[in-house]
């Protein structure tokens, strides 16, 4: 009675720590800056066009659900978020996010060349059919936690994520010089092996924070 009586003690405590855990996330969390729910029509966000009260100059946070229902498309395929930036000579697109192979990847472009690319596999397993969300965070040589270098994340998970990431990646930006420039938000999917894409996945419910305060 009293090894029953400790575990449904310790049972209770976890869950209450647990619940006191998500609600001072979800509470931390402010309101996003832009929200669009239904991204088929949407076309470049412009990162300096949206208006904030928040300060971190040199950050910002996009969040989007996708959802996919294809597991049975051989060719390899890429879905993500599109980050343009101007006023860089050695850098002006970023693509990030996922592929249908279970890895997570991202491609440094320079007026249409690639010129880096970084990929790594998903830690967890992926439900196909089921709305997953892509949560990246971007900063630049402006944010005061980090001066003088920047750096682009991206989380993939179900849920609110709390109980882990299916994907995650990052890659250092530093190394490309001032990326403080103007920038724009967009989504993609395409091909990487073959002319056209043969499953579009759903997007929807884009959100952006700007001058957004990460935790790290």
């Known amino acids: 009675m009293m090894k029953k009586g400790i575990k449904t003690f310790l049972t209770i405590s976890l869950s209450f720590i647990l619940l006191l855990t998500i609600s001072a996330f979800i509470i931390s969390e402010p309101k996003p800056d832009f929200n669009i729910k239904n991204t088929k029509q949407i076309e470049a966000i412009s990162i300096s066009k949206i208006e904030t009260e928040n300060t971190a100059l040199g950050s910002f946070k996009s969040v989007m659900n996708f ?7 051989t060719n390899k395929e ?3 978020q599109e980050i343009r930036i101007k006023d860089n000579s050695n850098i002006d697109q970023i693509l990030i996010g996922i592929c249908n192979n279970l890895i997570s990847r991202i491609e440094v472009l320079n007026k249409g060349k690639l010129i880096e690319t970084k990929e790594l596999g998903f830690m967890n397993k992926m439900t196909w059919g089921e709305i997953q969300t892509m949560n990246i965070i971007f900063y630049d040589q402006r944010d005061s936690k ?5 750096k682009i994340t991206m989380r993939f998970y179900s849920g609110t994520g709390f109980l882990g990431d299916i994907g995650t990646i990052n890659l250092d930006l530093t190394k490309y010089g001032d990326v403080s420039g103007d920038k724009t938000i967009s989504i993609f999917s395409k091909p990487l092996d073959i002319e056209t894409i043969k499953s579009e996945p759903e997007f929807s419910n884009l959100s952006i924070w700007k001058n957004y305060q990460s935790f790290d």
């Open 146 to 150: 980090h001066q003088g270098k920047s």
């Open 78 to 80: 890429f879905y993500g």
């Open 67 to 73: 959802q996919q229902s294809s597991t049975r498309n």
